[in-house]
């Protein structure tokens, strides 16, 4: 596929805290409106608490609809007892984007300092699904999304990008 316009993807945005609501998840929010912004479409927003077994729940369900192609999580990254993101998704992940979380700490460096090296940002693919696991500040969230994602998720980014790899994510 070498695609000279947009594709729009249906893109699930998944917030995970102990203590946000929809009227105070900016990281959520933030999210929701680049994504929107650049033209994709918002297949759904959950809230969910950080426990490794609902995080699971919810990522199953999304992964398992054919109609959703990207999930986006924002929080629950760090490493206190009660962060628990990478532990839910890993083992749903048919494969691992390790250059994503790489990426994120590295563009990350330039603006949080040695503080990046606490998160564990996560990226990976699940039946066909793009999953991408960003820390829960509203600044990562937009570093992931203005500086990462955006561009991979977009068609026309050259010389090579996610969205052409869509078609291919089901061979065997």
Not at 37 to 64: F, M, T
Request: net charge negative; glycine share 8%; aromatic share 6%.
């Amino acid at each position: 596929m070498n695609a000279t316009e947009f594709l729009p993807l249906n893109i699930a945005v998944l917030t995970v805290s102990d203590t946000r609501t929809e009227a105070d998840d900016a990281s959520g929010q933030t999210l929701v409106e680049r994504l929107t912004a650049a033209g994709h479409r918002l297949a759904e927003k959950a809230i969910v608490p950080d426990d490794i077994y609902r995080i699971r729940s919810i990522l199953s369900h999304w992964i398992a609809d054919p109609e959703v192609h990207v999930v986006l999580v924002t929080g629950g990254t760090g490493m206190t007892g009660r962060d628990s993101t990478p532990e839910a998704a890993r083992p749903l992940l048919d494969k691992e984007i390790g250059g994503f979380g790489e990426l994120f700490r590295m563009l990350s460096w330039e603006e949080i300092g040695t503080s990046t090296l606490q998160s564990r940002a996560l990226g990976g693919l699940a039946n066909a699904t793009f999953i991408f696991c960003l820390p829960g500040s509203t600044g990562a969230c937009r570093t992931g999304w203005d500086r990462i994602l955006q561009a991979q998720l977009d068609a026309r980014t050259r010389p090579c990008n996610l969205v052409e790899l869509l078609p291919r994510l089901r061979e065997r």
